[in-house]
């Protein structure tokens, strides 16, 4: 059976809200960041207010996860 859920859009071009991990459109949502040579993209003003009041939770949070499928939350915190 191939009853996939995530082939509703094909054209659409989406990226992953950092802060909640939705899939947002950067041609429709109107919540954008720029943070360093990344622009970041939101759902909604909230999650765009929660990013700009914490960016390293959830840009380091967001690394992790582009990395490692599986990485734990425990990696976070490798000395310097």
């Not at 429709?28 to 700009?52: N, W």
Request: charged share 15%.
């Amino acid at each position: 059976q191939h009853d996939h859920h995530s082939h509703h859009s094909p054209a659409a071009h989406t990226v992953k809200d950092p802060v909640c991990g939705m899939n947002v459109d950067p041609a429709k949502t109107a919540h954008h960041h720029r943070l360093g040579d990344t622009e970041y993209h939101f759902c909604s003003a909230g999650c765009l207010s929660k990013f700009k009041a914490n960016p390293g939770q959830y840009t380091q949070a967001a690394k992790a996860k582009a990395s490692c499928c599986h990485a734990s939350h425990s990696c976070h915190s490798t000395p310097a």
